[in-house]
């Protein structure tokens, strides 16, 4: 096996995950985003730095973190614990002396050799299961000569590869890794570029060249829509994207010249939740979705039906 000294950002390594591409899978979370979609999933991982995450349910006032806090970012009074997060580096001390959890280092910066003896801790699994390993963050791509050592690693050690991606950053930074990528999974949340700036602050223009891009190459794609209320639930939304993502899959067929199997090109809907609001509160994020209703099963089977009907595959 290759060693190496690179260092990537590293917010969560997450095994047995079965929601991430094909069987069995160890999932690495990378940190760092350059979109801020204000329902994200995964709040933790947008900034590309550590950050400490703070549950006072947990807290017992043992002061503890005052007491080891080199910037004074704590503060114990009457059993009530105060974290003054504009005084706060991120260095990490109190979490190494909170006996309760209540505080928490999201975001570590690890070796390839690190991240790779977590992976193939379940080299069984993936091998039993047809599974493998999935690069997902945040946005794997902003640490592009990381994110290509894990995944030439994994190919040296004959697994399976996917990335999870939003697809906003120039397509070299992905093109160079694309070879040792088996699957790739990239979001789709609106095609209006001014609706997907307003929703996700930034324009969608590299999301969906690189979408063209991506097309014209031989690796299977699941485009993942997230159907959020109030964003891309509407059936003018998600036709405008079914439309788009059949566009592709005919772009594709027509760059084959004739092949009789082209990589597939398929569509996966998946359903708003609100399971992320303590991780927002953890991190003195407001939680601007918090009133929104998740989608129901029959809406969901609506929009399908929708996709199915311009002859786009939806897996799930």
């Known amino acids: 096996m290759t060693s190496s000294s690179k260092k990537g950002l590293i917010f969560n390594i997450q095994r047995f995950s079965i929601h991430d591409g094909p069987g069995i899978r160890t999932t690495v979370f990378f940190k760092g985003c350059s979109l801020q979609c204000f329902w994200c999933h995964n709040p933790e991982g947008r900034q590309a730095h550590p950050q400490i995450q703070y549950f006072p349910e947990r807290c017992i006032c043992c002061g503890e973190c005052l007491a080891h806090c080199p910037n004074h970012a704590h503060t114990v009074n009457n059993d009530f614990h105060l974290y003054l997060r504009e005084l706060c580096k991120n260095c990490g001390t109190c979490t190494e002396t909170c006996y309760s959890d209540a505080l928490e280092i999201t975001g570590k910066y690890m070796t390839a050799d690190d991240v790779m003896e977590e992976i193939l801790r379940d080299r069984m699994f993936y091998e039993t299961s047809k599974g493998g390993v999935t690069l997902s963050g945040g946005e794997p791509v902003l640490q592009p000569k990381f994110a290509k050592e894990i995944l030439m690693r994994c190919k040296e050690e004959d697994l399976h590869t996917a990335i999870e991606t939003c697809g906003n950053y120039q397509w070299q930074e992905l093109e160079s890794a694309l070879p040792f990528v088996d699957l790739v999974m990239m979001d789709l949340k609106l095609i209006d570029p001014m609706k997907h700036k307003a929703a996700c602050g930034d324009s969608n223009e590299r999301i969906l060249a690189n979408a063209r891009r991506l097309a014209l190459t031989d690796k299977p794609i ?24 059949q566009s592709l899959v005919e772009l594709r067929m027509q760059h084959s010249n004739g092949k009789e199997k082209c990589a597939e090109i398929q569509l996966e809907l998946l359903p708003f939740h609100r399971l992320a609001a303590d991780k927002y509160r953890s991190l003195g994020l407001e939680y601007r979705a918090k009133n929104l209703e998740p989608p129901s099963k029959a809406k969901m089977n609506e929009l399908a039906k929708i996709a199915e009907i311009h002859g786009v595959e939806v897996i799930g």
């Open 222 to 245: 699941i485009f993942r829509v997230p159907v959020v209320p109030t964003v891309n639930d509407s059936i003018e939304e998600i036709s405008a994207i079914i439309k788009f993502v």
